[in-house]
């Protein structure tokens, strides 16, 4: 019985040890904040804008002028706090715009999507190492999304800028599940990479943590 006794000891404080090992190895840990700041691929509505202005065109006035794409992000940044060694919770903010102008004779015209997103998340770091920090990730908050058309005159006695549509998103609701991760290169400096649905569907950047 004694022996029997001291296996338990043993066996417990080996566990114990190896936990405190492990969780001394690593690179995030209870009460650790984590920054990330971050760019997105690809901007969709690049692509979705140019669409319409090819299928909308009025092809009766003749050649479709060349036209011009502008794209802004999308850019983020996020900030998460470890509640445990493996539960964080957080905070994610990011921007994008796309931009498209065209002229004729007559106008210079602007078509404007501009996109804006606030969410709170949760995440699941699993198998996190002494430089890899792996992660699943679920965020719900705001979306806001705007379209502008803007068409101005280049005719003498025609007002400038003639009254402009906004359409925005009926139900502004942010919904994203994601899996990524965190690489520590050095201290507390690292990379980040990203892949989910809703939002952005690929991101990468900086990592910082304290």
């Known amino acids: 019985m004694k022996r029997i006794y001291i296996t338990i000891t043993l066996t417990l404080l080996f566990v114990s040890v190896i936990k405190i ?15 990330d700041v971050y760019y997105g691929f690809p901007n969709l509505y690049s692509t979705i804008i140019e669409k319409a ?16 794409t502008t794209n802004f992000g999308p850019i983020g940044i996020k900030g998460e ?22 002229s004729d004779a007559t106008y210079n015209y602007k078509s404007t999507i501009e996109r804006f997103r606030i969410a709170v998340s949760g995440t699941w770091h699993f198998a996190t190492t002494a430089k890899f920090d792996p992660y699943f990730m679920a965020h719900i908050g705001y979306a806001n999304f705007n379209y502008t058309f803007e068409q101005t005159s280049l005719l003498v006695g025609i007002p400038a800028i003639h009254p402009k549509p906004d359409v925005g998103f009926m139900f502004p609701l942010a919904l994203r599940v994601a899996i990524g991760g965190r690489y520590f290169f050095y201290k507390n400096f690292g990379v980040n990479a990203e892949a989910g649905l809703g939002g952005i569907f690929l991101t990468g950047g900086l990592s910082y943590k304290f």
């Open 21 to 35: 090992a492990n969780s001394q190895s690593n690179c995030i840990a209870k009460g650790n904040y984590l920054i």
């Open 81 to 102: 706090y470890m509640m445990t060694d493996q539960i964080g919770v957080g905070l994610n903010i990011f921007y994008a715009s796309t931009i498209l102008k065209w």
């Open 53 to 68: 202005y090819n299928n909308n065109f009025d092809l009766t006035r003749g050649l479709k002028p060349a036209y011009a």
